[in-house]
């Protein structure tokens, strides 16, 4: 008889898991309907790159995405939407970056960019000779004879890494620490080898970050083609250039993050997190990086509002400002949530490009992952299906910090993402509208599980 | 006593397999980084698609292709390479397809390509008002409206099925069998909406037939965007069109496989095939269709020669002829294995892109698929895990119907296919060298580990 009873009463648990499977199933099925018919994401994309553009803290075209920004969360059908201020870097191009090599007295152009943050040569022309280096070790071995000269570092994105994202975590080190660890020995510029396996010839800004224990000097980034060249000629030969860059900071200024909100129906003072970035480097559109992430933000607020959905607990859509070069959005929303005491639950960040779908990465404990893992059957038909432990985001890296709850990321097919990341391709023309309507799509539908479960 | 031996036997087994499976995880590493070190897959793609670009049979840049083959076949290392003589069809484009449409006296020319096979207009312009019909039901509702008009077929691709290849089969069949459909009931020409989600204006060709019973008609596609616009045309006002085509076909030819081999050190006389084919549509560079699937079945015999892997079943590596109007160089190829008593255990196709692998779809027994499925662990690392029931390729459909052994086609990421299928955006630039190689590497997996272990 207790036998009997247990298994009825596993039979009725289980008939119950697979009629709320049925159920969730059959909602995320509505979501996708509903994204691939009527969405707005591709929409919304276009008109941010073309209308707005590049889009760095400070520059005009931040205030331009910021209202627009507002207007489109509103569109979206917002319960109430708002900018939060906070204070951001403002650095400047100030112009077109410059480098010439000389070769046997042969003159030739390179394709180069000011690395983000870096300083400019005062208006003038910097001349010195090149020292090839391909790694710290490199600097180390070659300490003696920096002094004066344009160090350049050649260090390749590994291609044996599957994930282009490992061979960048592996080369980033040299656009962020290589200035001040040339200067160190009295270099007066350095030139990075591109972060990209792209075999164009682009070159590709980001962030340098200066170590105050030693000069400034300028830094570029240069295109992989015109890497290989300059690689080929210093075996053959003696190579000065002569670069210029007009790079340099203003005082700080006032940005915003674009915060838009559904108001719970059961737990209005607990809060779900989901966002993008929109800030972008100058010399793209900010499509893949990270406007897709915004326009996925609002879709997921247009689908919910379209089908009806009145979520269980609070959910915040942001648009967070200067991700790039300080991370003062992410910060200040984290601050602020810990002042106003607010209680967050989870947090999910859209920062890897619009490409296919093919999971999350979850910062979470093993049980919460574990938890999931069992939605896995829910998102493989939408190509999200692959649920790991370990990732988040950088902007809602400090609200997780301050929080401790679980945070995710979305894992988009990562093959493509470095031969736009910070370069002039990063256009709307390189995205896809499947593939970000399908990233749309699985975001919605784990917000909509953590809402209905929680993790 | 006995379960204690029973367990000490599974302890030894799982072991074994353990260890059968790290050695093969470390072979497939060997694979993977000789192809994104060393991999000339891309190099190979930009050669056919650059210097001999679309290829269609009959044509005489088939015939250069072909040479090309072969001289690269041997160049990756074949034991033997050779061509396999097959009569093709001959079909010609004749020049530029035009039309143009009259509303209000007012006339817009439209973005239009002749499809495969199609006749032409006998060098006159074809004048006839346009009837639209989104449904072959729609067909029979306007039968009697249909005698000497054109009728334009605006059958969508169904957005919400999530793979693109589901929106093709449901929609495909207006292209194949709407030109007898509207000739049955008097109509002198056809023009079909591309068979694509993407939103530019690129007509997409591919092969329709017509049926013995109906008068052979001209057919066009037309890009999606005059699709549209024609559609709101006739929406607001009566519609003719003006078109011309001087498509044709001219008598049967010789066309060739390229067959290139790595003979079998136990079986030799037991034979894998894997192939792509070499044939494709003239407005194009056929890059993704199906350059990659040529380039990727010449990597994995580079990279086998390479790591020096002498496989146990002889291993035949094939350029198909004439996969799109005839699937004449399929059919040779099974005719002759047959004819020749050879025994096939094994077949795999590439013809789905150059994007990144998801994984491989068998037809197979369920007990075949089950094996296969055990290799998933090994190949998910490479993006390629997914390992289904269902699919393999057209070009090894006949031999695998011939010999009713086991057959695979890779499964890639399916969402910009259709953007670039048939149509002059198919070119070298939108593949990616990465994701076309994860291709390779994957394809390379599978044939050693079928060629180790038998399916």
Redesign the interface.
Same mark, same amino acid.
């Given at each position: 008889m207790y036998m009997r009873r247990l298994f009825f009463f596993a039979l009725s648990l289980s008939s119950l898991i697979a009629n709320a499977q049925q159920e969730d199933s059959i909602f995320i099925k509505r979501i +996708?309907?509903e994204i691939?018919?009527n969405g707005k994401a591709y929409d919304n994309l276009h008109e941010l790159t073309k209308t707005i553009g590049g889009r760095l803290s400070g520059s005009p075209q931040m205030v331009m995405a910021e209202q627009w920004g507002l207007k489109t969360m509103q569109q979206s059908g917002a319960d109430k939407a708002w900018l939060q201020e906070c204070q951001v870097p403002h650095w400047v191009r100030g112009g077109k970056d410059e480098a010439t090599a000389t070769v046997n007295k042969k003159k030739t152009k390179l394709n180069v960019l000011a690395l983000g943050n870096s300083i400019g040569t005062d208006g003038k022309k910097l001349n010195a000779g090149v020292i090839l280096v391909n790694s710290f070790d490199d600097v180390e071995a070659k300490k003696d004879e920096l002094k004066g000269k344009i160090v350049f570092y050649n260090y390749k994105f590994n &291609?044996?890494f599957?994930s &282009?994202f490992q061979a960048y975590g592996d080369a980033v080190r040299y656009r962020g620490q290589g200035p001040s660890r040339a200067a160190k020995y009295g270099a007066v510029a350095v030139i990075v080898r591109s972060m990209s396996?792209g075999?164009n010839n682009y070159p590709h800004t980001g962030a340098t970050r200066y170590d105050s224990a030693y000069a400034k000097i300028p830094a570029l980034a240069i295109g992989l083609r015109d890497a290989d060249w300059l690689d080929e000629q210093l075996k053959k030969a003696a190579v000065t250039i002569s670069l210029k860059t007009n790079a340099h900071f203003l005082a700080d200024t006032t940005g915003h993050n674009v915060i838009g909100e559904l108001t719970g129906s059961e737990f209005p003072d607990q809060y779900i997190t989901v966002g993008g970035h929109l800030d972008s480097w100058d010399p793209a559109e900010g499509a893949h990086d990270d406007g897709t992430g915004v326009v996925q933000t609002m879709e997921i607020l247009r689908t919910f509002k379209a089908l009806g959905y009145k979520p269980k607990h609070t959910i915040r859509f942001v648009l967070f400002a200067n991700e790039e070069n300080g991370l003062r959005g992410g910060t200040k929303y984290a601050e602020e949530a810990k002042s106003k005491k607010e209680k967050h639950i989870f947090a999910l960040e859209s920062d890897a490009g619009g490409f296919?779908p093919r999971g999350f990465g979850f910062n979470a404990t093993d049980e919460q992952v574990s938890k999931a893992q069992k939605w896995s059957i829910l998102l493989a &038909?939408? +190509?999200g299906g692959t649920l790991v432990k370990g990732g988040d985001g950088a902007d809602i890296g400090p609200l997780q910090r301050t929080f401790n709850m679980p945070a995710a990321g979305l894992n988009p097919?990562p093959?493509?993402y470095f031969?736009y990341h910070h370069a002039a391709n990063d256009v709307f023309e390189n995205v896809?509208?499947?593939?970000l309507e399908?990233g749309a799509i699985n975001m919605a539908a784990l917000i909509y599980l953590v809402d209905k479960y929680g993790l």
């Open positions: +996708s309907d691939f018919i &291609p044996t599957v &282009p396996h075999m296919t &038909p939408y +190509s097919d093959q493509r031969d896809n509208k499947r593939e399908l």
